[in-house]
């Protein structure tokens, strides 16, 4: 892809992540059929606690609410501006309370890689 995308606030489309959509929801926005390199997107976490271990290194900003990553006995707590780097392999869990952060992921492909 070698083309400007702009995506609209007003036309993402939020999908279940977990098992209540009203609790954890995400919006995939870069994936592996516009980038070979990163992924890309927006998720909401309120009231949640959502267990996952990247499979990919991950970027996360906290736009609103307060976010929370729970990784073993460590937590970070972060607030709308706050940026988390979170390495490929680490156990985590995604929470909040009326949380959107934007992520970005590499590498796109993890997917297909880890049915390889």
Same mark, same amino acid.
């Given at each position: ?12 489309? %939020? &999908? ?6 009203? !609790?954890?929801?995400?919006? !995939?926005?870069?994936?592996? &059929? ?10 909401? %976490? ?6 996952? +271990? ?7 900003? +906290?736009? &609103?609410? #307060?976010?929370?990553? !729970?990784?073993?006995? &460590? ?14 392999? +680490? ?8 949380? +959107?952060? %934007? ?7 993890? !997917?297909?890689?880890?049915? #390889?």
């Amino acid at each position: 892809m070698s083309k400007v995308l702009h995506y609209r606030k007003a036309d993402r489309v %939020f &999908e279940a992540y977990g098992d209540d959509a009203a !609790r954890a929801s995400i919006s !995939r926005l870069v994936g592996p &059929e516009v980038s070979r390199s990163m992924g890309a997107g927006v998720a909401r %976490f309120d009231d949640c606690s959502i267990a996952w +271990t990247v499979l990919y290194d991950e970027l996360i900003v +906290t736009l &609103e609410g #307060q976010f929370r990553l !729970r990784v073993g006995d &460590e937590v970070f707590d972060c607030g709308p501006g706050d940026v988390l780097w979170v390495p490929e392999g +680490t156990a985590l869990h995604y929470e909040g309370q009326g949380a +959107t952060v %934007f992520y970005a992921l590499s590498p796109v492909d993890w !997917r297909a890689r880890m049915a #390889q």
